[in-house]
C-alpha cells in the first residue's frame, strides 16, 4: 500500500505566499509523475501543475509565473510553492503520484492523498 499526505495548506492573505509539501511512503519501488490539483466548492477537480520524474515540468495557465512545482526523489516528496496568492486560489489542494510498487513490476497506479485546505482573504 502507497499513502500521499500532504502538509502546508492554511490561511494567507492575498498576495501572501504558501507552500505545499506531499510525502508518498509505503511499498514504493519508482515514482513517475507527480502533481498537484485543485477543488473549489461546487467545481470540479483542476490540474494545477505536474513534474515529471526526470523534473520536467507543467502548469495550468492560470497559475503560471506564480506557481512553481518541484520534486525530492530521494524522500518521494512533491512540493508547490504557491506565490502571489489571489482570491481565486482557494480551494482543496490535492497531491497525486504514478507510482510503481514494489513486487508488481512495471505496472504503475495513481495515488491520491487527502487534500490540504487553502484559505485567501481578501
Known amino acids: 500500500q502507497v499513502q500521499l499526505v500532504e502538509s502546508g495548506g492554511g490561511l494567507v492573505e492575498a498576495g501572501g505566499s504558501l507552500r505545499l509539501s506531499c510525502a508518498a511512503s509505503?511499498?514504493?519501488?519508482?515514482?513517475?509523475?507527480m502533481g498537484w490539483y485543485r477543488q473549489a466548492p461546487g467545481k470540479q477537480r483542476d490540474l494545477v501543475a505536474t513534474?515529471?520524474?526526470?523534473?520536467?515540468?507543467n502548469y495550468a495557465g492560470f497559475v503560471k509565473g506564480r506557481f512553481t512545482i518541484s520534486r525530492d526523489n530521494a524522500k518521494n516528496t512533491v512540493y508547490l510553492q504557491m506565490n502571489s496568492l489571489k482570491p481565486g486560489d482557494p480551494a482543496v489542494y490535492y497531491c497525486?503520484?504514478?507510482?510503481?510498487?514494489?513486487?508488481?513490476?512495471?505496472?504503475?497506479?495513481?495515488?491520491w492523498g487527502q487534500g490540504t485546505h487553502v484559505t485567501v482573504s481578501s
Open positions: 497525486s503520484a504514478n507510482v510503481r510498487r514494489s513486487g508488481y513490476g512495471l505496472r504503475a497506479v495513481d495515488y
Open positions: 509505503g511499498s514504493i519501488f519508482s515514482i513517475n509523475a
Open positions: 513534474i515529471s520524474s526526470g523534473g520536467s515540468t
